[in-house]
């Protein structure tokens, strides 16, 4: 006899207190009339007012909620990787615990996922309650990672997703410090499919993901899949000599038979100076995020550390 399938919702969150109760009571009623069994693991990523205890209480009562905690704050992404690391789920959905991901397109992600499709998308139809320019700078993204990467991650995704058993071994494999899961998971292949939803607005509490954090998720996505910045560089430096080369023989001819305009170029020779300092940190700064990836990347640390599991401290079945 075959065991029932198990849908595990991983959900990373930090300083959730007043998201949580309704997350768990929405999950809840998507799971009330379903033959699956499903498991709710909330990812504490060093949360300080007081959620995870409220969870882990939950824990105690309710044996479909697992709590995992983190030893201090490790970002939205190794918390997602601490999750998928522990869940033994058939299939897990990844989803953010501020309801913008809507617990009730989760029967939609079960029933492509049954179709045969190993990783499934929630592909935001619409997106309520976030600023424009956030909004903005989002499209730009995706368009200027798939123009970069070859890596097709499906536009206006947001990490959430359902990925087979099969993904979360593969993805458990990828050991990399600056992980973007949302390239990880195309990067992966088998079959991709997608359903829409509306996303909503925020349930309650602030974003704990402001521009210039996203930028930063930008940057580490970008140079985690894509070494085109140094080609540009390179480019770069080659039409510069080019010009320069130009610039070079036209100042010889006026050496030769104009020498009395030779003394008025400190203007121009300042300009290029100052331009080409410019491009040369430039391009240190690049080549340096690169070193500072091998660096990071070449201690070996553990990417995050936990704390407790619920499922290891609760009491062992007689
Ligand atoms: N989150 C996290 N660690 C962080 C920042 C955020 O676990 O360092 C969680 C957060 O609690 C939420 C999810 O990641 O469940 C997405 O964050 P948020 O909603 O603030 O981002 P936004 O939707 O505004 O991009
Ligand atoms: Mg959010």
């Known amino acids: 006899m075959s065991r029932t ?4 919702i991983v959900v990373p969150f930090l300083n959730e207190m007043d998201n949580l109760p ?7 009623a998507v799971f009330a009339n379903r033959a699956e069994d499903w498991e709710l693991l909330l990812v504490d990523d060093g949360s300080t007012d007081g959620s995870p205890e409220w969870a882990i209480e939950q824990s105690r009562s309710n044996r479909h909620v697992r709590v995992l905690r ?3 704050n490790f970002g939205h992404q190794l918390a997602i990787t601490a999750g998928l690391d522990r869940t033994d789920g058939d299939a897990v959905v990844i989803m953010d615990a501020d309801l ?3 617990p009730e397109t989760i029967p939609a992600l079960i029933n492509k996922w049954r179709e045969g499709y190993e990783v499934v998308f929630a592909v935001r139809r619409s997106r309520a309650g976030e600023t424009w320019l956030k909004k903005f700078l989002a499209a730009r993204f995706y368009r200027l990672f798939r123009f970069l990467t070859q890596t097709q991650i499906p536009m206006d995704a947001g990490d959430f997703r359902l990925v087979d058993r099969r993904v979360v071994d593969a993805l458990r494999e990828m050991r990399e410090l600056h992980r973007f899961m949302r390239g990880l998971t195309c990067w992966v292949g088998y079959r991709q499919g997608s359903v829409e939803y509306d996303r909503a607005a925020r349930h309650a509490g602030e974003t704990k993901y402001p521009v210039w954090k996203s930028a930063r998720l930008a940057i580490d996505a970008i140079t985690s899949f894509s070494a085109a910045p140094l080609r540009w560089i ?16 036209y100042v010889m001819g006026l050496a030769i038979f104009a020498p009395h305009t030779l003394e008025r170029g400190w203007a121009s020779l300042i300009a290029v100076i100052v331009f080409l300092g410019g491009v040369q940190l430039i391009g240190i700064g690049m080549l340096g995020q690169y070193v500072s990836r091998i660096f990071e990347e070449g201690k070996r640390r553990p990417l995050y550390i936990l704390r407790d599991d619920t499922r290891d401290t609760a009491a062992p079945p007689s």
């Open 70 to 72: 983190l030893s201090r």
């Open 234 to 249: 390179v480019q770069f430096g080659m039409l510069v000599c080019v010009l320069a080369l130009i610039w070079v023989i």
């Open 22 to 28: 309704t997350l768990l009571e929405r999950v809840g």
């Open 100 to 102: 913008q991901d809507t």
């Open 5 to 8: 399938t198990k849908i595990s």
